[in-house]
């Protein structure tokens, strides 16, 4: 079977080809064609799975591709245990969000299209799981961002979704740019693309030091971009645009994850660089953080569930840096299971009650049981309660950072605490009290609950099923060895915290023991920077700098006039945060940006000027290039 | 000997014309004259099958979509026209400096030649030897190829308008 | 040494139709120079075949194929120059910028 695995990824391309030719015609059929693609390859993936546990040996093809002389380029794939374990994460997810999508997409003018585009993200994402080189893998990386492009910018006639798409496209671009480089590094110096080989080169030492620091860099920069780390984070909240199932396969449970299976797959580069896992690991931990704080006040139901997602690539991306290789994996994969059914989750929300501000929400448990029983599990899940299966995966995060370091553990387990407070603040105004507006929710058909349900099983078991005879342990490692020993102080605190963090969510919105808004009220400032996502986009992006300062003038208006969402724990980081505060609006803000803005601008209508859109004169140029090339080559040199 | 550099010179001058006349009809039929002066070129090279296949394609296939597609979009009188962009000199300059480095580049480069001998026998048997023996799997991808081409040709051109 | 002006004449060829491509403004006239500079490689490849003293007729052989994909590329390049047509009412390159932004 291990044997056959190239042909996964195919069957969501041929299910991909024929929807994009044949859609018009299949209309609603187009779906079930991408459903039984899928689970052709979900049973192949979880064969494969099962050969694994009961043993399998790390299998790998690689036929020759380009023979260019000395230089050879190779072709295959490769399976090992994190491979089966990735295929069965992105099959299974990808599954139940194309029979979620049957309800949620029902009666869309395009519906073919996006199971074809379902299908192509599917067959890119399924190839960078099996690759065994990097040229593939970037390949496979670019096709995941352009399906992510094509589906976050689905509903094209939204102004809001195209620029989403444009935004997630071209921010990733920015880490593509250094992953691009580092292969291209690493090529110069190990002669070689493939993983294996690299990673030979290394242990003999051929490509060691400053250079290997350099490239791990490098290639981290695409898991910064794909993993939306700090600072090219900032695609993602606005990713949400897309349509809610594809939040949840791509901007959740896969896609996103990409960079961390890149990180995990590449970690011969880490492992011999204990510099390049610093920056790996203080990336993370900062992101975590960071993203944390900006889900306490966001109030758009989808975008709380996207900075959570950014929060735990941190964590994985984290875990990876600090050493926890089977941690990390451990988590993204548990993680998938959990975020997705919080999206699915949202998306049925969004389905019954046609809104997004949990401000408007309130009281939608009494019309929507199954939705709200599922998102709960899913709650617990996030926030680490055992025996949920976050609290197993986080529980080995925190133990990794703990044996690393002891400010990165501190700070881990404080973001644990704040996760568990905004999981719960969110579940909390959205399915419990009172109705704020007047809605009329109802609980959304059988295609969207059972996939609901089988992943919130999933949330129960995922965990405690892996660490039954350190089966994950035993499909994912980087090298053989006994596993770290448990530690029950870390357990106790991580538990202590997320505990905490439910019951200051429950004391604020369920006891009203704290008035709601009190924090917000106390420290309007603070509010203000996190609602405004620190100001990160503004830092970015010069030309909506006025917009949004008008709409966070407004917001802020808004805000101060309702007694409504809340930024509660940043009281106790008021002195970090309000330095971080003014180096970024002071001096960031004002100076700097102003003069990167200033540059790039005048910068880029010089170019623009060469940008005629007549082809011949981009023909001239390159024959002229050419000339000049031929010319240098034989007669000056 | 003759001969070959008779077909040259027309070939050049036919080149230089077929990029240079003002209306497009005259291009397509001095590109005519330039393909059949090549397939000229490729008989007294020995290359008898290559100079049919030649004349068989370009000049019987070819050429008559090309008249085909000048005849279908020329309603406007575009011989009055200008028919060149205003980057001529430019482009000029350029396609001198390439044809002097290639040239160049060509006398630096040491080759082993041999003279000109005229070949009773012709490559036509060899030709054809490889082409169903070393070459099949190369041959048959490329019916594919034209195959494919076809199809999307009939689509694109077939299409009516929105 | 008759090789070189076979290169000599293909290069000029090739440059002839380089020219073609970069001035000409209708669209039919830049396929047209386009088959010139194929045709140019394809006299290069002759003349490599005969003068060389290579083994077997590989010369001869991938001219076939360049042939094969010229005449590919002649069909759907007029294919698609005909429907630019009927959409837009031109065959002039610099009229067809409907993508710039």
């Known amino acids: 079977m291990i044997n056959y695995a190239y042909i996964i990824p195919f069957l969501p391309l041929a299910a991909f080809a024929v929807n994009i030719f044949f859609g018009k015609r299949l209309k609603g059929v187009s779906a079930y064609i991408g459903i039984a693609a899928i689970s052709a390859s979900f049973l192949m993936s979880l064969a494969i799975f099962f050969a694994f546990l009961g043993g399998a040996q790390k299998y790998e093809v690689n036929p020759e591709w380009l023979n260019l002389g000395a230089v050879k380029f190779g072709m295959g794939f490769l399976v090992d245990g994190m491979t089966s374990v990735m295929l069965i994460v992105v099959t299974l997810v990808s599954l139940l969000v194309q029979i979620y999508s049957i309800g949620y997409m029902h009666g869309d003018p395009r519906y073919p299209r996006y199971y074809a ?79 294996g080989e690299v990673a030979e080169a290394i242990s003999k030492g051929t490509l060691s030091g400053s250079a290997l620091t350099l490239a791990g860099i490098l290639v981290f920069c695409g898991a910064i971009g794909k993993s939306a780390q700090f600072p090219l ?7 949400m645009e897309g349509p809610t199932p594809v939040s949840a396969l791509i901007h959740a449970a896969t896609m996103v994850a990409a960079g961390v299976y890149l990180v995990a797959r590449t970690y011969f580069l880490y492992a011999a660089s204990p510099a390049a896992s610093a920056v790996v690991a203080y990336t993370g931990i900062f992101t975590a953080f960071f993203a944390a704080t900006m889900a306490l006040a966001a109030t758009d139901i989808k975008r709380v569930l996207a900075f959570s997602t950014v929060s735990q690539l941190g964590y994985m991306i984290m875990a990876l840096g600090v050493g926890g290789f089977t941690a990390g994996m451990f988590h993204l994969t548990t993680h998938a299971f959990f975020k997705a059914l919080l999206f699915l989750g949202a ?56 044996n690393y370091s002891k400010p990165i553990y501190i700070v881990a387990t404080f973001t644990a605490f704040m996760t568990a407070f905004y999981m719960f603040r969110l579940f909390f105004r959205t399915f419990t009290g009172e109705m704020r507006t007047k809605l009329h929710p109802h609980e959304s058909p059988y295609s969207m609950t059972i996939p609901l349900m089988v992943l919130a099983v999933l949330s129960v078991v995922a965990g405690w099923l ?51 808004g009190f924090f917000r009220n106390k420290f309007p400032r603070i509010h203000k920077v996190l609602i405004n996502k620190w100001y990160v986009d503004e830092f970015y992006d010069k030309t909506v700098i006025k917009p949004s300062l008008n ?17 509660n724990l940043t009281g106790l980081v008021n002195v970090i945060i309000s330095k971080l505060h003014n180096i970024f609006d002071k001096a960031a803000v004002d100076g700097a940006v102003n003069g990167v803005a200033d540059v790039a601008q005048s910068g880029s209508g010089l170019l623009r000027k060469v940008q005629t ?24 040199k | 000997m003759l001969l070959l550099l008779l077909f040259a010179a027309i070939a050049i001058i036919a080149a230089i014309l077929v990029v240079s006349m003002k209306n497009i009809m005259h291009c397509a039929l001095f590109l005519a004259l330039f393909l059949l002066s090549v397939a000229g070129i490729f008989f007294c090279l020995d290359a008898d099958f290559l100079g049919i296949v030649q004349i068989l394609v370009y000049v019987g296939g070819i050429i008559v979509l090309i008249l085909f597609a000048v005849m279908l979009t020329s309603r406007v009188s575009s011989a009055l026209l200008e028919q060149t962009n205003e980057q001529k000199g430019l482009a000029i300059t350029a396609c001198l400096l390439l ?64 | 040494m008759m090789l070189l002006p076979f290169i000599g004449l293909s290069a000029i060829i090739f440059a002839i139709g380089i020219y073609g491509a970069l001035t000409r403004r209708n669209a039919i006239g830049i396929l047209m120079s386009l088959e010139l500079m194929f045709n140019a490689a394809n006299i290069n490849l002759v003349a490599a075949n005969k003068f060389l003293n290579l083994e077997n007729s590989i010369g001869i052989i991938f001219p076939i194929f360049i042939i094969t994909i010229a005449a590919a590329e002649a069909a759907v390049g007029l294919a698609i120059i005909l429907s630019l047509y009927r959409q837009i009412k031109t065959v002039y390159v610099e009229k067809i910028n409907i993508m710039k932004w």
């Open chain 1, 117 to 195: 585009y379902l299908g192509l993200f599917t067959f890119s994402m399924l190839l960078l799981v099996i690759a065994n080189n990097f040229a593939m893998m970037f390949v496979s990386w670019e096709l995941v961002g352009v399906s992510s492009y094509l589906l976050i910018g689905f509903w094209y006639e939204k102004k809001s979704a195209s620029d989403a798409g444009r935004k997630a496209f071209i921010t990733n671009k920015f880490g593509d740019f250094g992953f691009s480089i580092g292969i291209m590094m690493i090529f110069a110096l190990c002669g070689t693309l493939n993983f």
């Open chain 1, 233 to 239: 984070h900032v695609w993602l909240p606005d990713a």
């Open chain 1, 347 to 402: 998306g049925s929300v969004i389905h019954g009650a046609a809104t997004q501000d949990i401000r408007d929400m309130g009281g939608l448990g009494k019309h929507m049981k199954i939705t709200m029983v599922t998102f709960f599990i899913a709650c617990l899940a996030i926030a680490g309660i055992p025996p949920f299966s976050g609290f197993y995966s986080k529980d080995e995060v925190l133990l990794a950072a703990f």
């Open chain 1, 466 to 516: 892996f660490v039954q005879g350190h089966a994950f342990e035993s499909l994912v490692h980087f090298k053989e060895g006994a596993a770290e020993e448990g530690n029950a102080l870390v357990v106790w605190i991580s538990i202590a915290a997320s505990v905490i963090g439910i019951g200051l969510a429950s004391a604020i919105y369920v006891f009203k023991v704290v008035p709601d």
């Open chain 1, 551 to 567: 709409l966070a003038r407004r917001l802020f208006s808004f805000d101060a006039k309702y007694v409504d969402g809340a930024v």
């Open chain 1, 613 to 636: 859109g007549l082809v011949q004169n981009y023909m001239f140029l390159l024959v002229a290039g050419a000339a000049l090339a031929v010319v240098v080559f034989f007669f000056i």
């Open chain 2, 99 to 162: 044809a002097s480095a290639i040239t160049a580049a060509a006398f630096r480069t040491p080759l082993v030649t041999s003279f000109y001998t005229a070949d009773p026998e012709g490559t036509t048997r060899s030709t054809g030897e490889l082409l169903l023996t070393v070459y099949a799997l190369p041959f048959e991808i490329a019916s594919v190829v034209l195959l494919v081409a076809l199809i999307g040709a009939i689509v694109l051109a077939g299409k009516k308008g929105e």
